[in-house]
C-alpha cells in the first residue's frame, strides 16, 4: 500500500512541477528502484524516507491547483480590512480555508477517487493510466478559473503551441497560469471588501479633525463602527458565499 501511494504522489510530482523532459515515467522508475534497492527494515526505512519527501513537495502543488490560494487570500485582506490585527486568528484563518477547500474541490476529488484512485488500489489499472485519469477532472476544473491571457502568456514563454484541446495542455503551463488567475480574483474580491471600511475610516477620521482631537487614533474609534457594519450586513456568511459560489 504504501509503494501504490508513493508511485501515485511520485506520479503528480512528476507532472506538475517538472519540465517535460522529465515526465512521470522517469519519477517512477526512480522511485520503484529506490524501493525494490532495500530488503528488509531497509526497504521500510527508504519508504518512509520517500514518503516525507513527497509530501513536502506536494504541499505545494496541491496548494496552487485547488482553490486555497484564492481562498486564504480573500480571508486574509477581509481581516487586514477589518483592523482587527490577529482576530481571527491565524489558525482559524488556515483551518477555514481548509474546509472550504475540501467543500470546493469536492466533486473533482469524487472523480477522482471513482476513475482514478480506487481502480489503482484494487490493482485494475496500472499507475500510469491512474494518473492519467486524475489529471483530466484536475485540468478541468483549474482551466475552468483561469484565464487565457494567462494560459498563452506561459505558451509564448515556454515557446509552445496552444494545443487544439484542454487535455493536451502541460500541467507545467496550466499550473503557473491557474496561480496567477487566482492571485488576481483574490486580490480583487480584496479591493471590494476594503471599500465599505476605508469609507468608514475616512469619516471617522474627518470628523476627529473637525473637532480638534489630533492625538486621538482614528483608527481605535473607528475599529467598533467596522465591527458593527460587517455583523449587521453578516459579513462572514457573505464572504463565504462569493467565495464558493465563485467556483461554480
Known sequence: MLKKVLLVMGGIIGLFGFPQQVGATEIMDTITSALDSGA????????????????S?????????????????VLSFTRSSLGTQQ??????????AIFLTFFVMRPVTDEIMEDAINPYLNEEITTEV???RAEGPLKE????????????????????????????????????AFAI?????????GF?????????????????????MFMLSPVM?????????????DGWYLVVESLVSGFQ
Do not use: W, Y
Not at 482551466?143 to 487544439?164: C, M, N, V, W, Y
Not at 495542455?169 to 503557473?176: E, N, Q, R
Open 192 to 212: 471590494l471588501i476594503f471599500i465599505p471600511f476605508l469609507v468608514i475610516d475616512m469619516v471617522v477620521a474627518s470628523i476627529l479633525m473637525s473637532m480638534g
Open 141 to 176: 476544473f483549474m482551466a475552468a478559473q483561469t484565464r487565457e491571457k494567462d494560459i498563452q502568456l506561459f505558451l509564448d514563454i515556454s515557446g509552445e503551441e496552444k494545443p487544439e484541446n484542454l487535455e493536451n495542455l502541460s500541467m507545467t503551463v496550466l499550473t503557473p
Open 130 to 132: 491512474a494518473i492519467e
Open 87 to 96: 482576530n481571527p486568528p491565524n489558525i482559524v484563518i488556515m483551518g477555514l
Open 221 to 233: 474609534i473607528s475599529l467598533p463602527f467596522k465591527l458593527l457594519l460587517f455583523v449587521l450586513v
Open 40 to 55: 528488509g527494515e531497509n526497504a521500510e526505512t527508504v519508504q518512509l524516507f520517500l514518503l516525507l519527501t513527497l509530501l
Open 57 to 73: 513537495f506536494g504541499t505545494a502543488f496541491l496548494v496552487l491547483t485547488t482553490a486555497f490560494t484564492r481562498i486564504i487570500v
Open 181 to 189: 488567475s487566482e492571485l488576481r480574483t483574490a486580490f480583487s474580491i
